[in-house]
């Protein structure tokens, strides 16, 4: 076999794995639509949950994810893009930034178990945080930290030296140059990052379960020290602990279908962020 045909049987091999992962997901998206879309009403949306959640709406549990998600965002990324600034432009490339980009890129891999474990023990019990959305933001936060540093860090250093030698040879400070010359063109990559983490966030239970989500909580929260319903633990409840899962099935879909419709608008905000700064660009 010639190296063209080599080459072009791994293009299509490539190209076959892709179209078939589009497709499961497309069919799991669509199948979630087709059974959820009947179970989306008004009093779905805007009412309280029923009986330990089996019955009423899911408000609150909405309410609750877009807290957390808001929080968690608000707590990651402006210290994630922080960190990836320093270790690209201030820190010595020395072994001790090589370690701690190792230890970044390790903990991005550990699993969400953990890191409810670590905000059980840090914001709930040692700073008395309790089980509340303070802790569940910041346990998300420190889940998505990772992911926003790494993906902040290859965009900074995606942009070329040559804008940073030119404005240093005019005279430019170090953060004069960095603002000016470095983030406009990395605010971009940086977001995407941005976009990964919220789609975690968003979607995580463990993390949620151990610092700040209730079974059932038929009420709004009051501050930032109340428990919380929130939609992916409230679907694993209605999947896994109802009596009579098939009788639950149609809120386990609508549920469902809301948690996506909730994560595609926070990735549209990024997006819409991202596309916004990138526009902006002209090499």
Known sequence: MTAMAKEK?????VRAVTYFVVMVVGYLLF?????????????????????????????PAIL???????????????????????LSEYASQGRLNRSIRLAIITLAGVPSIVFGLFGLGLFVLFLGFGASILAGSLTLAFMILPTIIVSSEEALQAVPKGLREASLA??????????????????????????????????????????????????????????VMALPYHLYVLATQHPDTQKVL????????????????FNLTAIILRNHYRKKIKW
């Open 9 to 13: 049987l791994i293009f299509n091999l």
């Open 64 to 86: 609750g994810t877009i807290y957390l998600v808001a929080g968690a965002i608000t707590f990651a990324l402006p210290l994630g893009m922080a960190s990836a600034i320093y």
């Open 170 to 227: 005019l005279g430019a400070t170090k953060w004069q140059m960095v603002y000016t010359n470095v983030l406009p063109y990395a605010l971009p990559g940086m977001f995407t990052g941005s976009i990964l983490g919220i789609g975690r966030a968003a979607g995580e239970t463990a993390p949620i379960l151990l610092t700040v989500a209730a079974f059932f909580l038929p009420r709004l929260p009051h501050s930032i020290f109340d428990q």
């Open 250 to 265: 149609p809120m386990q879909y609508g549920t469902a279908l809301v948690l996506i419709i909730i994560v595609v608008f």
């Open 31 to 59: 199948d979630i639509f087709i059974k959820g879309i009947p179970t989306i009403s008004w009093e779905f949306l805007s009412g309280l949950p029923r009986r330990s959640g089996a019955e009423g709406g899911i408000f």
